[in-house]
């Protein structure tokens, strides 16, 4: 269950927009992929990740949705190793108050990222775990 | 004016109070929702659960066989009107922290949190995806 490692589970597909996308267009990334957070990217180098959250303040603080996607995004991203456990994962995520990990060698919490990470591991990866569900990396 | 009653979904999945967290993250995964609402033996909503809930049980050591959903839950939930924007909604939950508001017919009581007589039969749940929908139009 927890004890899994974070490599037998973790997606490899990482979904991810790029920086200057209007808000509206990353929106509907996340709609139709039916995640709740996305990696913006510059190019190939990872700049911030833009989750459902961040989305929810901009609409408070009247933001247009024409508005670029790294006017609104967090720069900051929280990783795991990939030997690292599910229960370590756990801990992360419930520490740093975020519901997804990047999958980086020797990363554990806030980290620079500066290369598409491994893979993501997610609340809901946790979840089917405990579960008792079988993994549904990729 | 965008409306909470148009984004929306109606209905509201629950767990039993004395569930566990097992099958909390099991009804979690199987309906692909991010909280649920907890109810006491004759139904009526004593709480709400959420995934980071059994997150932060387990990250504690809590083990998820054994420990009860009442042990963990919010003890509370917060509503909105149908009536209410969704401007209204996202500064609820960005106030209160939160990514999901349970919505009411009825005009809601002064302290946005738990009524009894609001929350015997909610109308449905307003999720933060509901938001990131009404973004994507």
């Known amino acids: 269950m927890l004890d899994m490692r974070v490599v037998e589970c973790l997606r490899r597909s990482i979904i991810t927009v790029e920086k200057g996308m209007s808000i509206r267009d990353a929106a509907r990334v996340m709609k139709n992929c039916g995640i709740s957070g996305v990696l913006v990217m510059e190019g190939a180098k990872p700049v911030g990740v833009l989750s459902d959250t961040d989305l929810v303040k901009a609409l408070y603080r009247g933001v247009s949705r024409e508005a670029r996607v790294e006017e609104v995004m967090s720069r900051k991203f929280f990783c795991i190793d990939p030997s690292a456990t599910l229960l370590e994962a756990a801990r992360i995520m419930s520490e740093c108050g975020v519901s997804r990990l990047f999958v980086v060698k020797g990363a554990r919490g806030e980290t620079e990222v500066r290369e598409m990470p491994e893979g993501i591991i997610s609340v809901s990866d946790v979840m089917a775990a405990i579960a008792g569900e079988s993994c549904e990396g990729c | ?137």
């Open chain 2, 1 to 137: 004016m965008c409306r909470v009653r148009d984004y929306m979904t109606r209905g509201v999945y629950t767990v039993d109070r004395r569930a566990t967290l097992k099958e909390v993250a099991r009804a979690i995964a199987k309906y692909r929702v991010s909280g649920l609402a907890v109810v006491d033996e004759e139904g009526e909503i004593v709480g709400v659960v959420s995934d980071t809930d059994v997150l932060k049980a387990v990250s504690e050591g809590r083990e998820p066989e054994s420990t009860r959903v009442e042990e963990v839950m919010t003890p509370f939930a917060l509503i909105i009107e149908e009536d209410a924007t969704l401007e209204e909604a996202a500064r609820m939950m960005v106030h209160e922290k939160v990514h999901r508001l349970f919505v009411v017919e009825e005009e809601k009581p002064e302290h946005p949190s738990l009524s009894k007589q609001y929350l015997l039969r909610p109308a449905g749940v307003l999720t933060s995806s509901d938001i990131v929908a009404y973004l994507a139009e």
